[in-house]
């Protein structure tokens, strides 16, 4: 705060030398005193200015830092487990962190199925709830609706786990299991005994979660579809189905894409809650009853204590792997809604 | 009568445009000075130009001497914030502080620059609006909210803050233009206060006012300046054709 | 061209799904508010917020020493979080030519949606790595790098909304930029900007995944931020896959304290938000 106090002196200062001066005495000694006074307070002030620009632009790039500094780690630690295996790593299923070896197919299985079928249940529910809300119900339950979605998804996954392992996990076990095992044991899909926490599990909860990130992007897509769409056709004598089916649905097209992908990533990367149900097993198989593993659990799970550099190798490799299909999918997710936006902005001008 | 602001040359480019041309002028001191032009011709450009308001815009190039008391404000080592200290500006519109009230607005120039004490405080404020004359219309109600004052309130509101400071200059960016005739009739006779004391250089598309307020007129066309002088000569007996052409109003 | 009785028959058939849609959604999610609420409500108790977790099988205990340890790790993200996530905002708002902006969004862009677990194994290999040990302070650095690009990107959607006449009027006060960036533009900002930040506080205080190789957890007191450090998340973790009736409760009730802590913050963000629109 010295500046400060010197710089309303300052003022004061000048404005009593303008003062005598007016009054026809000058003091020729205060006047000096204010100009060398001003000179200091200029230098202090144009240093201050660039020390703001430099410190913020410094903060604005630490961002970029830190992305580099990121991927350089992950790549670096991973080198030892990319020299070892190669392409091995990720079409071997061994996995023996005694034997030190590492192959991470069933955990790149287990993550591209689980969020895939996941993406695949939760798509249209979310399309449809988003619809529901924008379309058919009326403004003041999607102004109840729509919060609550959002609401939703910022529920910690810790949570989604917890409910899924205490909950969920028993009651498939004892319920939804032994009825798809009895009814349709004959598909290799539902064959095997009912172990509760399994890829069925897994994918459920993925979808529980995915579904309002879908939902409130949707909702936001089709909001910014243009009223003179649905006028088309409403004036064509559409009904509410065939204008859904006609305008706003081919409109929103790639943002709902974009939509879903988002959900995809949101999906692969997914650690707790996935890690709490799926069983954690190492396992390649057709039956969605049986335990699996993805690539976020395994690192959950054996990263705080791996028996050797190499295993921790392996696993840093998996990050990569996951961060990379992540920034890939987010990339997209991104394009595609951007896309969108953009053009219902064009559209609009 | 000195000259209080004195511009050589200056041209001021955005980028590829070239907004101000070669403009050479002198602002006598503790007088008034129009800059009259069409909408675009660059009037706002060059005032802005006299504090320095530019230096934000990083496409914004300015050249020539612009002198303040024989120093040129453009010169190496000139602290552009120092430079506005002694240059104040009020703009077109009023523009408080809103998260501010009424009596910390007024103060705002020290504030933001660090503390005043209390008492310095009250007296800055009570002598700042009575010089805007809003002084009897607010001293009750110090405490709430500028936005809560009217258009033209809020502008003298505004010319207080920037008298506050103590500048040199006052520079006005068609300062009446967004309010109404009794508020702009306000402003004018503020104005005419004002100059006994500071050196006023306003920018107005508006002709009568320009005729009623300013002691000097100065003529901007395309980025040129056509034509300055006494505002009385400059209203009746102009030199050329264009300015004579845009005041009878033919073009503009 | 199908009859009109038949397409209004479809019409009805599909506004009959779409609501089954909504309701398939919003269903499971009633379902989880519900068990969180009626288990948690019937295992929270005063010692779930005064004691620490009592030993394998012994009944009672609390999640005490979790809540501090999120409390002070989350502490620690908001302090190198929050000054990263705003000067670089006001950087972006500010200074930064459209090309580098650009750039800077997309790096935001791409570190917020990182898995969060990503995040932890490079805490990991920054700081655990060579500080020899998990530690509450890798945990708070985990929490950071998810922080910084939320509060960044809602700080500069909030700086840009401030009208340029402001900081103009500042200026022409003969204020320094730096001074008109914090006093002016900043606060006048700061509704908006509060909001970001809760909203990012309210998101790391339930992740999991990046302390589970920083801090790690605790099972005891911890107030040392070099030291292994208990959080109110790990804590539900590892209480919800044990296989104690006791702990699946204290789970709950973690998880119960962990919404209401979190919904508290959202609503409170979302005053702030609505305070700026309506204001």
């Known amino acids: 705060m010295l500046t400060d106090s010197t710089g309303a002196q300052h003022s004061r200062q000048r404005d ?108 249209p529910l979310s399309i ?68 509760g926490v399994s890829m069925l599990a897994a994918i459920f909860i993925l979808m529980i979660m995915v579904v309002p990130i879908i939902t409130s992007i949707t909702r936001e897509v089709l909001l910014a579809v243009p009223l003179s769409q649905k006028e088309a056709a409403i004036a064509l004598g559409a009904t509410r189905w065939e204008t859904i089916k006609m305008a706003i649905l081919p409109y929103g097209k790639s943002g709902i894409l974009g939509a879903a992908i988002l959900g995809l990533g949101r999906a692969i990367g997914e650690t707790m809650a996935v890690t ?23 690192i ?30 987010n990339g997209l997710a991104r394009l595609l809604i951007w896309s969108v936006s953009k053009s219902a902005n064009g559209g609009a001008a | 009568m000195s000259n209080k602001v004195h511009l050589e040359e200056v041209n001021i480019h955005f980028g590829k445009t070239h907004a101000v041309r070669d403009v050479s002028m002198s602002f006598p001191e503790n007088s008034v000075t129009a800059i009259i032009g069409p909408s675009g011709c660059g009037k706002s450009t060059l005032l802005r130009s006299m504090n320095r308001m530019h230096d934000l815009v990083p496409s914004a190039r300015v050249t020539g001497k612009i002198l303040v008391d024989n120093g040129d404000i453009y010169g190496r080592g000139v602290d552009p914030v120092s430079i506005r200290r002694r240059v104040g500006m009020v703009f077109q519109k009023p523009n408080p502080f809103p998260a501010m009230s009424i009596y910390d607005n007024v103060v705002a120039g020290y504030k933001l620059n660090g503390r005043l004490p209390r008492e310095e405080a009250n007296e800055i404020v009570e002598s700042c609006l009575k010089r805007v004359a809003l002084w009897d219309e607010v001293k009750d109600r110090l405490k709430t909210n500028a936005m809560t004052l009217s258009g ?75 034509e300055c002088g006494e505002t009385k000569k400059i209203f009746t007996t102009p030199e050329q054709k264009r300015t004579e052409d845009y005041i009878t109003g033919r073009f503009g | 061209m199908h009859g009109m009785a038949y397409r209004k028959a479809k019409n009805h058939l599909m506004n009959l799904v779409m609501l089954a849609c909504t309701l398939a959604v919003l269903i499971p999610l009633g379902l989880i508010f519900f068990h969180i609420l009626k ?129 103009e009027a500042s200026l022409a006060l003969g204020v320094p930029f730096w001074r008109t960036s914090l006093k002016v533009t900043l606060r006048s900002a700061m509704s908006g900007v509060l909001t970001g930040i809760l909203l990012a506080v309210a998101r790391v205080s339930g992740e999991t995944a990046p302390l589970l190789f920083t801090a790690l957890g605790n099972q005891f007191w911890s107030r040392d931020i070099s030291q292994p450090m208990a959080a109110l998340p790990l804590q539900i973790f590892s209480f919800a896959i044990a296989p104690y009736e006791d702990w699946h409760k204290l789970a709950w009730a973690g998880a119960l304290v962990l919404v209401t802590v979190m919904f508290v913050l959202s609503l409170t963000a979302r005053f702030f938000g609505r305070s700026r629109h309506s204001g």
């Open chain 1, 16 to 123: 009593l030398a303008s003062e005598t001066a007016l009054r026809g005495t000058p003091e020729t000694e205060n006047i000096l005193q204010t100009v060398t006074k001003r000179e200091k307070e200029q230098a202090k002030g144009m240093k201050g200015d660039l020390v703001f620009r430099y410190l913020t632009t410094c903060f604005a790039f630490s961002i970029l830092a830190i992305l580099a500094l990121m991927l350089y780690e992950m790549t670096g630690e991973s080198m030892p487990s990319i020299r070892a295996f190669g392409w091995k790593f990720v079409s071997s299923s061994d996995w023996d962190a005694v034997q030190g070896v590492f192959g991470a197919l069933p955990y790149l299985y287990g993550s591209v199925v689980s969020s895939v079928l996941a993406l695949l249940l939760a798509t």
């Open chain 3, 39 to 167: 288990m948690g409500v019937s295992s929270l108790s005063l010692d779930f917020f005064t004691q620490i977790p009592k030993p394998t099988g012994e009944a009672g205990g609390g999640m005490a020493n979790g809540m501090l340890g999120s409390l002070i790790m989350i502490g620690g993200a908001s302090l190198i979080g929050l000054p990263i996530g705003i000067l670089g905002a006001i950087y972006l708002a500010e200074f930064g030519g459209s090309k580098v902006s650009t750039v800077i969004r997309f790096g935001a862009d791409v570190l917020s949606g990182t898995p969060s677990i990503i995040t932890g194994m490079v805490a990991y290999t920054l700081l655990v790595v060579p500080m020899k040990g998990f530690s509450g302070l890798a945990g708070s650095v985990a929490l950071a790098l998810i922080m910084i690009p939320i509060v960044l990107r809602t700080t500069e959607e909030q700086l840009k909304m401030v009208p340029g006449s402001l900081r």
């Open chain 2, 152 to 226: 033209g309130q809020q502008q003298r509101l505004c010319i207080a803050r920037t008298i506050a400071v103590k500048p040199e200059v006052i520079l006005m960016d068609e300062p009446a233009s967004a309010l109404d005739p009794i508020s702009t009739l306000k402003i004018e006779e503020l104005i005419e206060e004002l100059k006994t004391r500071y050196t006023i250089i306003i920018v107005t598309h508006n002709m009568q006012q320009a005729a009623r307020v300013s002691d000097y007129t100065a003529f901007l066309y395309m980025g040129d300046l056509v």
């Open chain 1, 276 to 298: 709490m149900v799926i069983g954690n097993a190492p396992n390649i198989s057709l039956s969605l009853l049986s335990p699996a593993y993805t690539m976020p659990s395994v």
């Open chain 1, 128 to 195: 449809g709830a988003a619809l529901f809300i924008t379309e058919i119900a009326p403004a003041r339950w999607g102004t109840i609706i729509a919060p609550l979605v959002e609401l939703l998804a910022a529920i910690p996954s810790v949570i989604y786990g917890l409910w899924g392992v205490l909950v969920m996990a028993p009651w498939l076990q004892s319920t939804v299991q032994p009825f798809l095992i009895e009814h349709f044991g004959f598909i290799p899909l539902f064959q095997g005994a009912p172990y």
């Open chain 1, 300 to 329: 959950a799970n054996e990263f705080a204590e791996t028996t050797s550099k190499l295993h921790g190798s392996a696993l840093m490799e998996i990050g990569l792997i996951l961060m990379v299909v992540t920034l890939i999918v």
